[in-house]
């Protein structure tokens, strides 16, 4: 497809239960991004991968939060044992490296996650 | 480290009108990027506008323009003839030449606009 794609767009989950979140970025781009947003606030940063490698996991919220990216391309957020208070949308966005920091980030629709 | 602040959590304006979104940073670095992204409530974040710092001229796209003012690490959006279209959260972002994992995202404004 042309833009980011994430799936599923929404997920109703029990507490207790992993999920598996899925993001297709743009083909070509090698950054690709996760925040979370939590209802009517901004933009918590979760990981970023370059190329296949994440230098930097410290913008997960816990042990039970991890991801990962294969062929520089599709990336999945896991979240094991899942609580309550991870109910958010969690956005994936990706950029192209030409022109670094000067590329935009193009975001997914994102993907609702509540946890009952 | 590098702080992005939305001081306006909500603003309104009347359709065909112009408004302000304002927009601070605070940095050490001479050279970054800014960013203003819209969020409608179909949830997709879209760029409105960028703005690279060492530029200084101010960035237009159609009725959206950008008043850049580095000394002051001021980035605000103007938006002119608003239309119900322009309806959104609009967040500010920071981003640095140094590094790409982090770009600071402001907390965001959410704009209405009254017919």
């Known amino acids: 497809g042309a833009g980011v794609s994430q799936s599923p767009s929404n997920k109703v989950t029990e507490k207790g239960k992993d999920v598996e979140l899925r993001c297709d970025p743009i083909s070509g781009h090698t950054a690709l991004y996760w925040y979370r947003q939590r209802l009517g606030q901004g933009l918590e940063f979760l990981i970023y991968?370059?190329?296949?490698?994440?230098?930097?996991k410290s913008g997960l919220p816990s042990d039970r939060f991890s991801a990962e990216r294969t062929g520089e391309s599709v990336s999945t957020l896991t979240i094991q044992r899942t609580q309550q208070e991870d109910s958010a949308v969690y956005l994936c966005?990706?950029?192209?490296?030409?022109?670094?920091?000067?590329?935009?980030?193009?975001f997914g629709n994102g993907t609702r996650l509540t946890v009952t | 480290a590098q702080t992005v602040t939305q001081s306006q959590p909500e603003m309104s304006v009347q359709e065909a009108e112009t408004v302000t979104l304002s927009c601070t940073y605070d940095t050490s670095e001479s050279d970054y990027y800014l960013f203003w992204y819209k969020q409608p409530p179909s949830r997709q974040m879209i760029l409105v506008i960028r703005?690279?710092?060492?530029?200084?001229q101010n960035a237009t796209e159609n009725r959206f323009s950008v008043n850049f003012q580095k000394a002051a690490k001021s980035f605000s959006l103007k938006i002119s003839d608003s239309q119900l279209g322009d309806a959104a959260m609009y967040f500010c972002?920071?981003?640095?030449?140094?590094?790409?994992?982090?770009?600071?995202f402001g907390k965001g404004t959410r704009l209405h606009i009254l017919p």
């Open positions: 991968f370059q190329g296949n490698s994440a230098p930097d």
């Open positions: 966005a990706s950029s192209s490296s030409q022109g670094s920091a000067n590329s935009p980030l193009h």
């Open positions: 703005q690279e710092a060492y530029k200084q």
């Open positions: 972002a920071y981003r640095s030449p140094l590094r790409d994992d982090k770009i600071i």
